[in-house]
């Protein structure tokens, strides 16, 4: 099966500019999850879809970060303005309840963003 | 609040030996730790899964553990291989998978 798509691969934009990026899950998985990963640290999950219902944005900057997610499938996250600190890689992860109520998440190979 | 922590300093192990690494969790009981593999460049690949009640995993050369009294799973990896070298990182969830944190891994490096 396709595994998680996302893009562009890399970004580089000025501070205060705006950008997108975008996530195509794997097929039939009812869970979405935008992460941001700065150099060194661990995925910080930004925002969990399920379906097209936000499930959890606690730790989504919302005064300059937005997402959705159309149709129950694709997503989008955006950042305007972006700033120095938002330079990171941004994956998108999906996952699907199994039988066993697993949550593995499969990932995309994630956007670089540079803020310059 | 959730914390999640994994040795920071890299692991350097000889090929053939066993890798172990550590994941510790405070203030709360997840209800299942997950461990993940990332290489540079790439996202993230799920290795395994463990629940709160379970006591040991196993996937080929992988083996985890969970000590919900120490607060601590361990990740093995068994005659490790070169091609082993990446970062591992541990992942807790609560139950229906929500509130997913991650550790900041650990760079395993193994010798030939």
């Known amino acids: 099966e396709a595994g998680v798509a996302q893009s562009p691969r890399y970004k580089i934009i000025e501070k205060r500019q705006s950008v997108a990026f975008w996530c195509n899950p794997i097929?039939?998985?009812?869970?979405l999850y935008w992460y941001q990963q700065i150099l060194g640290q661990g995925p910080k999950l930004l925002i969990q879809f399920q379906n097209n219902g936000v499930v959890d944005d606690s730790q989504l900057p919302k005064d300059r970060f937005s997402a959705e997610r159309l149709k129950g499938v694709d997503s989008t996250l955006k950042i305007q303005p972006a700033k120095l600190e938002d330079s990171a890689v941004y994956l998108c992860?999906?996952?699907?309840?199994?039988?066993?109520?697993?949550?593995?998440?499969?990932f995309g190979p994630g956007t670089r963003l540079t803020v310059t | 609040s959730q914390k999640i922590e994994q040795n920071s300093e890299a692991l350097n192990i000889q090929e053939g030996k066993t890798a172990t690494l550590t994941c510790n969790y405070t203030n709360y009981s997840p209800a299942y730790l997950q461990w993940y593999r990332q290489d540079p460049g790439r996202g993230p690949v799920f290795l395994l899964l463990?629940?709160?009640?379970?006591k040991e995993k196993r996937k080929e050369r992988l083996k985890v553990t969970f000590d919900t009294t120490l607060k601590q799973s361990l990740f093995h990896i068994t005659a490790s291989q070169p091609a082993d070298s990446a970062t591992y990182l541990c992942a807790q969830a609560n139950t229906g998978g929500f509130k997913t944190i991650f550790g900041a891994g650990t760079r395993l490096f193994v010798k030939a």
């Open positions: 992860a999906s996952s699907q309840l199994s039988r066993d109520s697993s949550y593995e998440q499969y």
């Open positions: 463990i629940r709160e009640n379970e």
């Open positions: 097929s039939g998985h009812a869970t």
